[in-house]
């Protein structure tokens, strides 16, 4: 079965022990998580959208959940049901295992696309249908931070939502949480609270300290795309950094990604 892409053309707008693993973080969501909001980056010009994996075993999993998919929208199922049904049936297909994976992910390689953020649960490429950072907690975690154990980031997701700085090879993440938009049934509510230093706040900020690196993933608008909207791997990236500063008068935490060398030029 081939996979559904992206047309090729499009403008740019400036707006992955060998693999440590951790529980699964996975919360199905009440709710679509992927429809598209504005400020998300649309696509750069560049190659061809590469929506296929030269593993046999990534894209035969991919290729059943998209025809295991296409039952639940005609019944005006939300993804995450099927997800949630195909990770019950379809166990041994999950090359990746259902856990955390720290590092490049076994069987995709950069510039890789994904049609939602349940694609990349599936492959274990990023782990939380909802929020922006993975991340392997204390139980869980290789790494140790003055004879503890502590939690790491594994992945990052750039979805243009937050007051993000891509600039390809550099970018200043802004943390979770804090600012903000909360919707409570019609209503929808800014929100501007102080962000906590907890969760995946916490875990990017031990990866600063400890000079480990996270994946990459960027959500690109596409008005030829099937759902408006894809995602890309874009490879590992170091967390150089860690900082606060004040947006719209509360406190935000921010992380510093550089990409690591010779992975090859960005696709977008």
Not at 5 to 34: E, M, P, V, W
Not at 164 to 182: F, K, L, M, Q
Not at 183 to 212: C, F, M, P, W, Y
Request: a positive charge; hydrophobic letters at 30%; one cysteine or more.
């Amino acid at each position: 079965m081939t996979r559904v892409g992206a047309a090729k053309n499009g403008k740019k707008l400036l707006l992955s022990r060998s693999h440590s693993k951790g529980k699964s973080l996975l919360q199905f969501a009440s709710k679509s998580q992927d429809k598209p909001r504005d400020g998300m980056q649309s696509r750069r010009r560049g190659p061809s959208y590469n929506f296929q994996s030269e593993n046999a075993n990534v894209q035969k999993l991919l290729d059943q959940f998209d025809t295991f998919r296409e039952k639940y929208r005609q019944k005006k199922k939300i993804e995450s049901v099927a997800l949630k049904d195909f990770c019950i049936l379809f166990q041994p297909l999950l090359c990746n295992g259902v856990k955390s994976i720290d590092g490049d992910i076994p069987g995709v390689k950069n510039g890789q696309c994904f049609n939602s953020r349940v694609e990349l649960y599936l492959v274990a490429a990023h782990h939380r249908l909802e929020s922006g950072i993975d991340y392997l907690p204390a139980i869980r975690s290789p790494a140790m931070i003055d004879g503890e154990f502590v939690s790491i980031a594994v992945s990052v997701v750039l979805s243009g939502e937050k007051d993000d700085i891509d600039e390809g090879d550099t970018i200043h993440y802004c943390g979770e949480g804090g600012v903000g938009r909360r919707v409570d049934g019609v209503r929808s509510t800014e929100i501007t609270e102080d962000q906590k230093l907890v969760g995946g706040n916490l875990a990017l900020k031990n990866s600063a300290e400890l000079g480990r690196s996270v994946r990459v993933i960027r959500k690109h608008k596409d008005s030829f795309h099937r759902s408006k909207f894809f995602y890309s791997y874009d490879g590992m990236y170091k967390v150089s950094r860690f900082y606060s500063e004040r947006k719209k008068g509360a406190l935000v935490y921010m992380f510093e990604l550089n990409r690591v060398p010779n992975q090859g030029q960005l696709r977008w």
